[in-house]
């Protein structure tokens, strides 16, 4: 579950937080408690990325994002495509917090055992970033602006870039490798999959995790000096045709 404390934990910015939900829902209810519930969280900008959930049409997505109130109909998303491959797999979203995020599962028919994963981008606003949201700028942002010229960027579309392109601008990329591992998962403590380090004056980036779906089995996720920095990442949701997406750098 990604909490306050999950994005306090954020500092090599931006990061894209994974998660992934298991649980049961009432009848004519929503999740207890919800899936996400994010309120106090500046002075980052978040956004919910990449939901995916079980295609039901008795089901039903909530959103709420600052101003943003949405419900969907879990039926009418991407769900499953193919019979043969398994998981669930994401649709697009991409909504932008400042104030507030909140996702969370409502079922007429209720049952137990409902399942979903997204990720949730985090990052520190750059004065563009908050010219186009509409917020408030600091004496010395507006100082910025003023000097850059930075709002007549915002209004021709050039500013702020969208992440993938200001990751892409920003990294320089050496390698991507895919590892793959087939192991019997023991109990508690359970095992190490694999444990990476840069080699000097370099950093590595988790974007992308995998995995057969189990009842029992949960994947953690260290980074440096953050033990379980992700934990109990439950993997009843995932599968091995569908990405979990994420962006965790480490140094």
């Known amino acids: 579950m990604i909490t306050e ?23 004519t209810s929503e999740a207890v408690p919800p899936i ?18 079980t295609r039901r049409d008795s ?11 949405n419900a969907i109909v879990a039926g009418s998303l991407i769900g499953n495509p193919n019979a043969a ?4 797999a994401p649709s697009n979203f991409n909504i932008l917090a400042t104030e507030k995020l909140y ?8 049952g137990f055992a409902f399942t979903s994963y997204y990720g949730v981008w985090a990052w520190k606003p750059t004065v563009a970033d908050k010219l186009l949201a509409e917020k408030t700028l600091t004496p010395e942002e507006s100082r910025i602006n003023e000097e850059l010229g930075i709002s007549k960027t915002v209004e021709k579309g050039l ?3 969208p992440t993938p392109l200001q990751i892409e601008r920003e990294y320089q990329i050496l390698d991507e490798m895919t590892y793959g ?19 000097p004056d370099e950093f590595l980036v988790l974007t992308k ?22 934990t109990t990442l439950n993997t009843l949701p995932l599968s091995l045709d569908f990405d979990l997406k994420c962006f965790i750098p480490a140094l």
Request: glycine residues 6%; aromatic residues 8%.
């Open 5 to 27: 404390a999950t994005i306090r934990a954020v500092h090599l910015y931006p990061e894209l937080i994974p998660d992934t939900w298991v649980g049961n829902i009432a009848a």
């Open 36 to 53: 996400l519930d994010l309120r106090r969280f500046s002075p980052l900008f978040l956004r919910l990325q990449d939901i995916a959930v």
């Open 59 to 69: 089901d039903e997505l909530r959103i709420l994002a600052d101003k943003t109130r």
């Open 85 to 88: 491959l398994g998981g669930i």
């Open 103 to 110: 996702y969370n599962l409502y079922s007429t028919p209720g």
């Open 159 to 161: 500013h702020p870039l």
């Open 181 to 199: 591992h087939m192991f019997t998962v023991t109990a508690l403590p359970g095992l190490t999959i694999s444990t990476l380090h840069p080699r």
């Open 209 to 230: 995790i995998t995995c057969d779906p189990s009842v029992t089995v949960f994947l953690t996720i260290d980074r440096d000096d953050d033990a379980g920095y992700r």
